[in-house]
């Protein structure tokens, strides 16, 4: 079955620049999307289509795409950023939805 | 405004049936699929499937198929989730989604809801 990989934590001062990583072998032909998850909140979509940022998510949040990974990118992090991230993709057929792992993100 | 509003929290045993139910309101209801994803605690988001309101059109992940049951009731813009017989291993958290009018093959969740707790234990 199709997986996608990210790291399990990824931890940044305030202000700095957060990435986040995601690979999996469809990603050249395939979109990612980005998730971010908070407790006791619902889901919220910040990346679509590898680099488009829906309306209301701030423009520090910035995805892209080369090869087999795609990187989700929050430049100047805030404290209010921290969250789990998830990427969310298809395979080559289009048949397998798959989310990754998930990496949860630490700014202090 | 794009709301998905879920049912509340469930306590079940082992064996029993289930349906929780996301009703989508500030939008056409019948234009967008719905999809379902499974958290269990402390861990990762899993895919389940997503049905199209207009034809009740549905795709499991091969993991769900024929363990749960997705359908939609038009007429109140309501989506649902049913499970015939519970295991403990159900117990998670499940949150509907919408995704766009796109193709089945490149579906993606735009909205969530805030979720489902459903607790499996005798």
């Known amino acids: 079955s199709y997986e996608l990989t990210q790291p399990p934590s990824v931890s940044v001062s305030p202000g700095q620049a957060a990435r986040i990583t995601c690979s999996g072998d469809a990603l050249p032909k395939k979109y990612a999307y980005w998730y971010q998850l908070k407790s006791g909140q619902a889901p919220v979509l910040v990346i679509y289509d590898d680099n488009k940022r829906p309306s209301g998510i701030p423009e520090r949040f910035s995805g892209s795409s080369s090869g087999t990974m795609a990187t989700l990118t929050i430049t100047g992090a805030l404290v209010e950023d921290e969250a789990d991230y998830y990427c969310y993709s298809r395979d080559n057929s289009g048949d397998s939805v798959v989310f990754g792992g998930g990496t949860k993100l630490t700014v202090l | 405004e794009v709301q998905l509003v879920q049912s509340g929290a469930e306590v079940k045993k082992p064996g029993e049936s289930l349906k929780i139910s996301c009703k989508g309101s500030?939008?056409?209801?019948?234009?967008?699929?719905i999809g379902w994803v499974r958290q269990m605690p402390g861990k990762g988001l899993e895919w389940m499937g997503i049905?199209?309101?207009?034809?009740?059109?549905?795709r499991y992940s091969p993991s769900f198929q024929g363990l749960v049951t997705l359908s939609v009731d038009t007429a109140t813009s309501t989506a649902y989730l049913q499970w015939s017989s519970l295991r403990a291993s159900d117990t998670a958290t499940f949150y509907c989604?919408?995704?766009?009018?796109?193709?089945?093959?490149?579906?993606?969740?735009?909205?969530w809801g805030p979720g489902t707790r459903v607790t499996v234990a005798s």
């Open positions: 049905i199209h309101p207009s034809d009740s059109r549905a």
């Open positions: 500030g939008y056409i209801f019948t234009n967008y699929w």
């Open positions: 989604v919408r995704s766009p009018p796109v193709d089945v093959t490149s579906v993606y969740p735009d909205y």
